[in-house]
T-cell receptor
Framework: GAVVSQHPSWVICKSGTSVKIECRSLDFQATTMFWYRQFPKQSLMLMATSNEGSKATYEQGVEKDKFLINHASLTLSTLTVTSAHPEDSSFYIC????????????????FGPGTRLTVL | GNSVTQMEGPVTLSEEAFLTINCTYTATGYPSLFWYVQYPGEGLQLLLKATKADDKGSNKGFEATYRKETTSFHLEKGSVQVSDSAVYFCAARTLTNAGGTSYGKLTFGQGTILTVHP
């Protein structure tokens, strides 16, 4: 199957610092990756869609200057939480679109295991 | 946009009990529907899917039927096991085009925590 990894799996940082989270598709090339945020006991909320070689598309209400997304290669997208604050503490999950799965065929998004961010 | 509503949890069952987790959706057009499972400490995994009305998705003893008339996609299993304990997410997907490539944006329900006791 298609494997997506995230690094780090957890991170603790001080308020005001920036944190970078990596999302990698290990055995396929992903032109599109998605970043989600999951609060405790709540659903996944799509933050942004990351397209390789172009700017990310952010969902309404997500600050693009705070959550910087870079998709510089077909196997790597990064999410940087800038000037993190305690309210940014959350579980961040990425998924990668597998192009060969295609439209209305098998599952085309494969999820990473998530990154737990705690801001002190 | 789409929205997905799931049955409130948590759900606690004894082993071999019957499971139903309700899911309803609102969407423009005809979305594909999914159930994802998240085991403790792991990422989301696709459990089953259905892409059109009356399709039945099934996997690992779980089933769900795409009901267009009731806009529902309820998850069922006849006999749950302790190993089924996890969080279950219902999701709907409609297609978006970008630069000639079609991909789906998933909208998730709030998740239902299932705990199965021996």
């Amino acid at each position: 199957g298609a494997v997506v990894s995230q690094h780090p799996s957890w991170v603790i940082c001080k308020s005001g610092t920036s944190v970078k989270i990596e999302c990698r598709s290990l055995d396929f090339q992903a032109t599109t990756m998605f970043w989600y945020r999951q609060f405790p006991k709540q659903s996944l909320m799509l933050m942004a869609t990351s397209n390789e070689g172009s700017k990310a598309t952010y969902e309404q209400g997500v600050e693009k200057d705070k959550f910087l997304i870079n998709h510089a290669s077909l196997t790597l997208s990064t999410l940087t939480v800038t000037s993190a604050h305690p309210e940014d503490s959350s579980f961040y999950i990425c998924s990668a679109h597998h192009p060969l799965q295609g439209v209305r065929k098998d599952n085309e998004q494969f999820f990473g295991p998530g990154t737990r961010l705690t801001v002190l | 946009g789409n929205s997905v509503t799931q049955m409130e949890g948590p759900v606690t069952l004894s082993e071999e009990a019957f499971l139903t987790i309700n899911c309803t959706y609102t969407a423009t057009g005809y979305p594909s529907l999914f159930w994802y499972v998240q085991y403790p400490g792991e990422g989301l995994q696709l459990l089953l899917k259905a892409t059109k009305a009356d399709d039945k998705g099934s996997n690992k003893g779980f089933e769900a039927t795409y009901r267009k008339e009731t806009t529902s996609f309820h998850l069922e299993k006849g006999s749950v096991q302790v190993s089924d304990s996890a969080v279950y997410f219902c999701a709907a997907r409609t297609l978006t085009n970008a630069g000639g490539t079609s991909y789906g944006k998933l909208t998730f329900g709030q998740g239902t925590i299932l705990t199965v006791h021996p």
